[in-house]
């Protein structure tokens, strides 16, 4: 890939000037230059405004834009006054590797329409994502197993993102339309490429929208039910899939959970789980896990 093709970075913000400054430096550290960032902030009443002047590059440009809690709504206005021929989502919260565009770009051929890395988990959780690969990206692997691509590990060609009209702004799938978009694209089998690179860190933290998980989970479910039988038949075997679908869904709502100690909620999620599909396994194993730390806190720490 030529350096000279512009990428439009779409962040939309609330609140986080806290993480702003990781973000926006890790934009201007970037080694592939030709790029523009757009900030669309929710009219943020904190110090974002303040971080955001700190930077004097002209390549950054903050719009005010009242998204209504619809963080779709954001990220589209930024898709709206990109000027670039690529896409790229970078949440406030986030930030990428200084090599993260220049292997990208290095990777995206003729043939790629969306191209996702890998990125490692900060704050709350610990460990490493990697998007993809192929087959986990298609249409009905999305809908049976769930996202396999995150928005901040991802550019994509704009002209593929406005024939499906960007994110969709149904309040239904607030904190899951990322997940809608995707399942949009898989159905048009638009040309996705991954790469194994880690190029950027996502912070996981209270305040995430998709950590709060009823709201979450909720949407996730609102996509799927979108979707399912459109893409399949109304069989037996399909709705004890699809329950399956859902137990899986309720399960990740869990392991959320866990993941912020909070052990009740989540025994009440792995039982959900267990209840709509009783033969998920790992919602029991993830049930005892729950109970053993509810105890030990409860028993044990006092």
């Known amino acids: 890939m030529k350096p000279n093709k512009l990428v439009s970075i ?9 993480f702003l400054n990781d973000a926006l ?18 009219y ?8 955001i002047n700190k930077f004097k590059d002209p390549r950054i440009k903050s719009i005010n834009f009242k998204n209504n809690g619809i963080i779709a709504a954001s990220r589209n206005m930024g898709i709206q006054k990109a000027k670039g021929e690529y896409i790229a989502f970078l949440d406030s919260d986030d930030y990428w ?39 986990k990206a298609s249409t009905e ?28 702004e149904n309040i239904n799938f607030t904190t899951a339309e990322d997940y809608h978009l995707w399942i949009k694209l898989a159905q048009l089998k638009v040309n996705m490429k991954f790469i194994n690179d880690i190029l950027a860190k996502y912070r996981v933290h209270n305040s995430n929208n998709s950590n709060v998980p009823d709201h979450h989970l909720s949407a996730v479910i609102a996509v799927i039910d979108q979707f399912y ?34 052990y009740q909620i989540a025994i009440s999620f792995f039982v959900r789980s267990i209840i709509k599909y009783p033969l998920f396994v790992r919602s029991y194993l993830m049930l005892v896990l729950s109970i053993f730390y509810l105890l030990r806190i409860k028993y044990f720490n006092n």
């Not at 962040?11 to 986080?16: D, E, K």
């Not at 943020?44 to 971080?51: A, F, G, I, L, R």
């Open 10 to 18: 779409v962040m939309p913000t609330f609140n986080q000037g806290h």
């Open 44 to 51: 943020s009443s904190d110090n974002t405004k303040k971080v």
């Open 229 to 262: 039988f459109k893409i399949f038949k109304k069989t037996l075997i399909n709705k004890i899939l699809l329950c399956r679908r859902y137990a899986l869904a309720i399960y990740g709502s869990g392991r959320t959970s866990m993941s912020e100690s909070r």
């Open 25 to 42: 430096t890790s934009v201007v550290s970037q080694t592939y230059k030709t790029w523009e960032l757009i900030i669309i902030d929710n």
């Open 97 to 135: 590797v200084k090599e993260k565009l220049e292997i990208c770009m290095n990777n995206f051929d003729r043939n790629t329409d969306l191209l996702a890395h890998g990125l490692q988990f900060i704050g709350n959780r610990k460990g490493f994502y990697i998007c993809g690969p192929n087959n």
């Open 141 to 168: 692997s999305l809908l049976r197993f769930g996202s396999c691509i995150t928005p901040s590990a991802t550019i994509l060609r704009k002209e593929i993102l406005l024939g499906v009209d960007s994110f969709s």
